[in-house]
């Protein structure tokens, strides 16, 4: 088990450092920062004084060398549209993405896994089709598309819910919170369902499918034999191993979740990461683009190493196959 981490460990180290580069040197190619804060109005000696007060005058190795050698001590420069410590402007946008991605995800797992025991388990019956369909159209539907039809229907229409923005916070700390407020809550709605629709769809066809799949194994057919109830066969047997690919598609999808947040927060003005990234890019803000990619990569490779540890763990077969190499 100590090997398989240190292993994972490496390997989690060179793919925050291809992420890195990457990012780095696309960025270098979108723009040139230095006009967009200067203006029009700037000389050509104000210009490339400001070039050397950022480090771009230098050779990308050194700029890049710079930014590996400062990101690993949390330090990512200072916004080029905000003229703030990148650190300190993504620590203010990142708990209310974090809190988004949250109720995303429990949503998905809460409603996903238990609809996709049922059609498993019903496949022919008339309420498992309707399901069946209505996921086809939660994932053909783009997520912007979803995110203006529930503003138009719930805020503009009906006007229960506010149609942007992040509503009443509480400050705890340097974190702040919509967990505490009703209107937090309120405004959490929309944007979690918009961004959790997808991968709620993803779970169900997946769960679905993997326990069709265990029902028509041999030792399902054994336990039936020897007179277990249906719960015992489904809940006991079946789904226990009906949840073990479905680990590893869930981390996955919760890494996706943060990653794609950027249209759902862009539709509702949702003051998180994803937004702060957009206005990266329209401003060429390199040193908030690059942070915004690293930390989603980092947030990447944790969840991909605790679905790889917990799948060591659920799955015996695992350990079997490692321990008689």
């Avoid at 947030?299 to 605790?306: A, E, G, H, P, S």
Wanted: charged letters at 15%; a positive charge; glycine letters at 8%.
């Amino acid at each position: 088990m100590f090997a398989f981490i240190i292993r994972r460990l490496l390997q989690s180290l060179f793919v925050m450092l291809a992420v890195a580069f990457i990012s780095f040197s696309l960025f270098n190619f979108v723009g040139d920062p230095v006009n967009n804060m200067m203006g029009q109005e700037a000389t050509a000696e104000q210009r490339e004084e400001l070039r050397r007060e950022l480090g771009l005058d230098q050779p990308f190795p050194i700029q890049f060398a710079r930014f590996v050698g400062n990101a690993v001590q949390g330090d990512f420069g200072v916004s080029y549209r905000l003229s703030r410590p990148v650190s300190d402007v993504i620590a203010t946008r990142l708990p209310a993405t974090l809190e988004l991605v949250f109720v995303a995800a429990v949503l998905a797992l809460a409603i996903g896994v238990p609809l996709g025991v049922y059609t498993g388990l019903h496949r022919h019956g008339t309420i498992s089709k309707i399901l069946l369909t209505a996921s086809l159209i939660g994932i053909s539907l783009p997520t912007f598309l979803i995110g203006i039809i529930l503003i138009l229907i719930f805020a503009v229409w009906l006007g229960w819910l506010p149609s942007f923005g992040r509503g009443p916070t509480v400050d705890l700390g340097w974190w702040t919170t919509n967990f505490l407020t009703v209107g937090g809550w309120q405004a959490l709605i929309m944007p979690s369902i918009t961004l959790c629709l997808f991968q709620l769809t993803l779970i169900m066809r997946l769960v679905r499918a993997e326990m069709m799949e265990v029902l028509r194994t041999d030792y399902i057919k054994f336990a039936r034999a020897r007179g277990l109830s249906n719960r015992a066969v489904n809940f006991g047997h079946a789904l226990k191993n009906t949840m073990v690919p479905v680990i590893t598609i869930t981390g996955l999808q919760i890494g996706s979740l943060i990653a794609f947040a950027i249209i759902t927060e862009t539709v509702f003005q949702w003051p998180g990461m994803g937004l702060l990234f957009l206005q990266a890019i329209q401003f060429v803000d390199i040193p908030v683009m690059a942070a915004y990619l690293c930390l989603v990569a980092f947030i990447f490779v944790v969840i991909n190493l605790m679905v790889d540890m917990l799948y060591y763990v659920v799955d015996p077969r695992l350990r079997v196959e490692r321990g008689g190499h």
